[in-house]
């Protein structure tokens, strides 16, 4: 048996909302996707981004229900460098989106900042911080 990692999925409350976050972080989801009941975006690498409203995981797990409590997954962006990860936070709150921690220089080497889609995941942007002297 071979497995292979294919794809993240997440349920959301609002199709167009979250496609719309997504689109603003560069996933290609395709025009009309926000109207959908179920919506993918290719990545590099070949992995997917898959979401799913609410009514449609119900479609086929009637018991389902959303979580409740604070998270306990994120998806890590790795943008370029450090001033696209302070411009993309400033972008993504500027729009309106929940900035859950500004952007910061982590003691693990990276500018690091994290911003909540519109069902509260998170999303964290990170890009390692320019060696000492560069």
Known sequence: MTVRFDAVGLVVS?????VTFYRRLGFAFPEGAEDQPHAEAGLPGGIRL?????ETVRSFHPAWRPPTGGGRHSLALLCDTTE???????ELTGAGYHGELK????VWGQRYAVVLDPDGNGVDLFAPLPAAGE
Not at 50 to 54: A, K, N, R, V
Not at 103 to 106: G, L, N
Request: hydrophobic share 50%.
């Open 14 to 18: 609002d199709m167009a909302a979250s």
């Open 103 to 106: 952007p910061w220089d982590a």
């Open 50 to 54: 898959l979401l799913d409203t609410e």
């Open 84 to 90: 696209e990860v302070d411009a993309l936070y400033e």
